[in-house]
């Protein structure tokens, strides 16, 4: 299973980027896919997920301003970054959980991509 990402990039504060994900190499569909952060000397930490039945949960920081969604094809996933500040600057992760044919539940991880919001 590959995760690929795309869109982020360089913007100004009070901006907008929106991040792409696409799972493939598999037939399953994700029981969840989301999206984690980590900046220089911290953890990394939940941006948002949702699970295939439509549930969704958002890191604190980011409640209002940002939007996860669920792709047409199988096993992609957005997030719309709305209200950029500088404090959102990281490599952001696309996660995936997905079963394979021994019900055997994996987390898989994308390269990351970079985010900056300049002040």
């Known amino acids: 299973v590959q995760l690929v990402e795309s869109g982020g990039g360089l913007v100004q504060a009070g901006g907008s980027l929106r991040l792409s994900c696409a799972a493939s190499?598999?037939?399953?569909?994700?029981?969840?896919m989301g999206w984690y952060r980590q900046a220089p000397g911290k953890p990394r930490d939940l941006v948002a997920r949702?699970?295939?039945?439509?549930?969704?949960d958002y890191g604190d920081s980011v409640k209002g301003r940002f939007t996860i969604s669920s792709g047409n094809a199988k096993n992609t996933v957005y997030l719309q970054m709305n209200s950029l500040k500088p404090e959102d600057t990281a490599v952001y992760y696309c996660?995936?959980?997905?079963?394979?044919?021994?019900?055997?539940?994996?987390?898989?991880w994308g390269q990351g991509t970079q985010v900056t919001v300049s002040s």
């Open positions: 996660n995936a959980i997905i079963p394979d044919w021994g019900s055997r539940i994996t987390g898989y």
């Open positions: 190499g598999t037939i399953f569909s994700a029981n969840a």
């Open positions: 949702i699970g295939s039945g439509g549930s969704i």
